[in-house]
């Protein structure tokens, strides 16, 4: 079992920054590849990023291309998402999650990952 605990979202301004962080606990987390997910509420989830396991490979949402990006430290079983240049458009519910079968590569769609954080707000005023 893992879990994923988010923090660091809030109130930013557009234009502004934020740096969400994701703790992962557990049996072999540092091997999975992970994501970030953001819901608003209503609608469905939609992906932002994913990274492989070990780091070597990434994936973005076109609708934060070039604005976030994801890393992680597995030495500290963290993921992290720095996000720049927010607009309004991005305030959501933002999960990170885990993809127990697979180590490399990465996956843009939820049903393909296992566990779950209980995720943390972003809001973004214009």
């Known amino acids: 079992q893992v879990q994923l605990v988010e923090s660091g979202g809030g109130l930013v301004q557009a234009g502004g920054s934020l740096r969400l962080s994701c703790a992962a606990s557990?049996?072999?987390?540092?091997?999975?590849?992970m994501g970030w997910f953001r819901q608003v509420s209503g609608k469905e989830r939609d992906f932002v990023a994913a990274?492989?396991?070990?780091?070597?490979?990434?994936s973005y949402g076109d609708s934060v291309k070039g604005r976030f990006t994801i890393s992680r430290d597995n030495a500290k079983n963290t993921l992290y998402l720095q996000m720049n240049s927010l607009k309004p458009e991005d305030t959501a519910v933002y999960y990170c999650?885990?993809?127990?079968?697979?180590?490399?590569?990465?996956?843009?769609?939820?049903?393909?990952?296992?566990?779950w954080g209980q995720g943390t707000q972003v809001t973004v005023s214009s």
């Open positions: 990274i492989s396991g070990r780091g070597g490979s990434t």
């Open positions: 557990g049996r072999a987390s540092s091997a999975y590849s």
């Open positions: 999650a885990a993809d127990r079968d697979r180590s490399f590569g990465v996956a843009s769609k939820d049903i393909e990952y296992d566990y």
